[in-house]
């Protein structure tokens, strides 16, 4: 059992407490979900209960932390590692040794178990998540979601009594996570492990879990089991900014409505079942397709073959044209050949067979440097990006890259700063602001030029909800102007929201190229939540191509 | 892109105790710095050959070498310039240095970088088949056993464990900025330098924020503090073994004896030295190559034997 009480925590040099006042019991068994705004105090919760707080991050404490009888301020996080285990963001960085097998082993090692347990706590573990033919594989050969695999099998060997996971999933691709989290799942139902899983997209786990809490500004806003908060604190939930799956959102908008007084549902299933008597009585159009694209033609790639020096081959005889103001999302599994392709587009990468040309130029006869006047490219990771002193540098550097000088780039730089509401950090170091500050500064580092284009290899992994949604909302209004938008990304919900077209890969080929609508809908599991809700009701004259909240209220009016 | 790292390829040699190929490395390393005649510091050299072979690491062996190759070339060129020594001289330069001198090229300082030069590359080729055919841990394991600091032995394997993704962090950083329209190479000596900032502060930041999380994983499944610890893989000497490593010694005693008749050693100045054999330096010489190579064979039999 976990007892959090009066707890208070400021680190070392911050001005205000990561932690307020939490008070908190969490019962062997439970799993329990902690979401919230980013900086509102999930890691540093995590971080007390295995007494990385305050031994290993040093602050001011106030109150007790009690978990499974012992006080985390008096036990070392090595006394408590066999108590509680923990699982970070980014499995690259929680893997110390060179092969699976050492790995599993490192903290059993480190608490000088006897060989022979060694040897058979190993096996368990790597039953248990399924990776004993990783064995021995080095770790650096392994994918993002077999090494957090790995890294969980490496906790899971202490045989902990409690298992924090923050953030698990962020990195991982949608099928990786979807695994992930299936295994959690399993611990805490056949094993009993108490699970503490920190996640800000709900819609990959409501149905698991039995209770929510919820933090922001280093304070608990709602606590309670899931079904329960979510229908009777959907307000403050949504008002921290926390992303509701698009089901739970719908039924709270047709309970406002008055046209149902079902439970909440978490599932596709539950979603049904809620609207079963309402669509049963329904018919309508489908909602419009959007204006089919009538720009001139930007980018046209022929015949493109791309093959990796000692790999394997990315991109398989791949032909389309992407026009003037298209928001087109590229979509594939992992290793489909989505960020090859797109490298293609500002000359990272070159044919190694076939053309591409942009804005008519052939890639092959210009330089990367000459093509970032046209085509301004986002990487995921803003930490890539950022290298200046301060943020109107940022800006500088990219707009002296280009040839620009003096007042011109003085005066886009104020442009750029004024439209990413980023004015009054212009004199801070970048890489110091916060995680959405640091997203807003790298696009608005490359959306200085004004490109023509826009690259984006996914900018939403990861990201919390209303970032998401902020970024979005100006993309969108991005490729109205007439500009070209062109998104790599995991996330069917975004897609389905935003954008106009959708490019399918699979094995370096493209699979499917057309309108959203006809992309995403009928589609098996690749659908979004709110089009596999309706596709049941195509019997009941119920349009099955309809994809968001937005369209099916239009459809109840 | 070929990976600097270890693969496993289950040769016979990958297979070998990891502490007799400590043994043969560093028997080829001490007898290096103590001979110093040509012939035999390049029959030394030929002698790492069938190891390498039988290793099958020459995509890898061949990247040290031509890293090697121009080592060399700075080595005699530098040589070459900085020491007047040596009579017959090839080109004197018309002005002086400070400090220096008249700069003067002779051919027996030519000779001396060369001399040196394969002094560097018989230890590089004995190290490289150490490095690639050993498990970085297993090498971590063999030194912890020989009494090093585990702490610091853990550092210098997580270091090599982070060499991939370093290199990952590289490629990714360099196309962001790039795509920023960075031209590396664009401008003077010093511009470049300030052009690869752009890639060097991300770099160092973001590897300094894995440092954090990686010691806050390692923390949290129970490292430090001091206590004993148990090694799950073990490195045990069969008896076998150990007549391998006794093997892998015994160039270093053939090489302590070649020193030790007053033989081995060679004169590059003021004129080259006459190279020549007595009797007992060219069986002792014999014997130091023979036992060198004999690593192979006896490599495949303990394998063979492990197998049965």
Request: aromatic share 8%; charged share 25%; with cysteine.
């Amino acid at each position: 059992m976990i007892k959090i009480k009066d707890f208070t925590f400021q680190y070392g040099g911050a001005e205000k407490p990561a932690l307020h006042n939490i008070n908190v019991e969490i019962e062997d068994g439970e799993f329990v979900l902690v979401t919230g705004p980013s900086a509102g105090g999930k890691s540093s919760l995590c971080r007390c209960l295995n007494g990385l707080i305050p031994h290993f991050y040093g602050g001011k404490v106030a109150g007790r932390v009690e978990v499974q009888g012992l006080n985390t301020l008096e036990h070392s996080t090595k006394e408590l590692a066999t108590r509680v285990g923990m699982i970070f963001q980014d499995p690259e960085n929680q893997l110390v040794t060179q092969d699976v097998e050492r790995e599993i082993a490192f903290g059993l090692e480190n608490l000088a178990f006897p060989r022979n347990l060694i040897a058979r706590r190993i096996e368990e573990s790597m039953d248990t998540l399924g990776i004993a033919a990783l064995r021995y594989r080095p770790v650096y050969e392994l994918s993002g979601g077999e090494k957090q695999k790995v890294a969980i099998a490496s906790v899971l060997a202490l045989h902990p009594e409690v298992l924090i996971l923050d953030e698990p999933t962020s990195e991982l691709d949608p099928k990786s996570a979807e695994e992930v989290l299936s295994i959690v799942q399993r611990l805490n139902d056949e094993l009993g492990i108490t699970i503490i899983l920190v996640e800000h997209r709900l819609d990959r786990v409501v149905q698991h879990v039995d209770r929510l809490i919820a933090l922001d500004g280093g304070k608990i806003i709602v606590d309670g089991g899931t079904r329960n908060v979510l229908s009777h604190n959907y307000q403050e939930i949504s008002a921290a900014g926390i992303g509701v799956p698009p089901i739970i959102r719908l039924a709270y908008q047709l309970k406002a409505k008055g046209i149902t007084d079902a439970e909440t549902p978490l599932t596709v299933k539950e979603g049904r079942m809620m609207l079963q008597e309402v669509f049963q009585k329904i018919s309508g159009k489908s909602p419009e397709h959007d204006e089919k694209s009538t720009g001139k033609p930007v980018i046209e790639v022929e015949k493109l073959w791309h093959v990796y020096a000692d790999g394997p081959t990315a991109l398989r005889n791949v032909s389309l044209k992407i026009n003037e103001g298209d928001f087109v999302a590229i979509m594939g599994r992992n290793a489909s050949g989505k960020t090859t392709l797109v490298k293609h587009f500002n000359g990272l990468l070159l044919p190694n067979r076939g053309l591409v040309s942009v804005d008519g130029i052939d890639t092959r006869k210009t330089t990367v440097a000459e093509l970032a006047r046209k085509v301004g490219f986002v990487f995921q990771n803003p930490n890539d990006h950022l290298f200046a002193d301060t943020v109107e540098e940022e800006m500088g550097f990219t707009l002296k890259n280009l040839g620009l000088e003096g007042g011109e780039v003085r005066m886009r730089t104020d442009e750029v700063l004024a439209r990413f509401k980023l004015d009054k950090y212009r004199k801070q170091y970048p890489r110091a602001l916060s995680g959405g500050q640091k997203q807003r500064v790298a696009l608005a580092s490359v959306l200085a030029i004004q490109p023509r284009i826009l690259v984006l290899d996914e900018p939403t992994r990861g990201m919390e909800y209303h970032l998401k949604a902020e970024l979005m909302d100006f993309l969108r209004e991005y490729a109205a102007q007439g500009n070209t938008v062109i998104l790599v990304t995991h996330d069917v919900e975004t897609v389905a929201e935003y954008a106009g077209r959708v490019i399918l890969l699979s094995e370096g080929n493209v699979v499917v190229d057309g309108d959203k609508r006809d992309v995403l809908s009928r589609a098996l599991l690749f659908s979004p939540q709110i089009n596999r809700l309706v596709q049941a009701f195509g019997k009941y004259g119920v349009p099955d191509d309809i994809l968001t909240m937005a369209e099916v209220l239009q459809l109840l009016k | 892109m070929i990976s600097f790292r270890y693969k496993n390829r289950e040769t016979a040699i990958h297979k070998l105790n990891p502490f007799c190929k400590l043994g043969w490395v560093t028997s080829i390393f001490v007898i290096a710095l103590i001979i110093n005649n040509p012939i035999h510091l390049l029959l030394i050299f030929l002698a790492t050959l069938p190891v390498v072979a039988a290793a099958r690491v020459w995509r890898e062996w061949t990247l040290v070498m031509k890293f090697a190759f121009f080592l060399c070339l700075a080595i005699i060129i530098i040589n070459a310039l900085v020491s007047s020594h040596g009579s017959h001289v090839l080109w004197r330069a018309p002005f002086r240095v400070p400090l220096i001198g008249t700069p003067v090229l002779t051919v027996e300082a030519v000779l001396f970088g060369a001399g040196m030069s394969l002094r560097l590359l018989a230890v590089l080729s004995a190290f490289a088949v150490l490095t690639f055919t050993t498990h970085p841990d297993d090498l971590m394991l063999s030194m912890i056993k020989m009494k090093l600091p585990y702490k610091s032995v853990l550092v210098t394997s997580l270091t090599t464990r982070f060499i991939p993704t370093l290199i990952d962090d590289v490629e990714r950083i360099s196309d962001v900025q790039r795509s920023r329209g960075l031209e590396l190479d664009r401008g003077n000596f010093f511009q470049r330098i300030r052009n690869r900032m752009a890639i060097i502060i991300p770099l160092l930041s973001n590897s300094l924020d894995r440092t954090v999380q990686v010691a806050e994983a390692m923390e949290s499944r129970a490292f430090g503090q001091g206590e004993s610890r148990t090694y799950y893989h073990e490195i045990k000497l069969n008896k076998f073994d150990v007549w391998i490593l006794l093997v892998s010694i015994l160039p270093l005693i053939a090489g302590i004896l070649i020193r030790w008749l007053g033989q081995g050693d060679y004169q590059y100045y003021p004129t080259l030295e006459k190279l020549s054999f007595g009797g007992l330096e060219g069986l002792m010489l014999a014997l130091l190559v023979l036992s060198l190579c004999v690593m192979v064979p006896l490599a495949i039999i303990k394998k063979r034997i492990e197998l049965d």
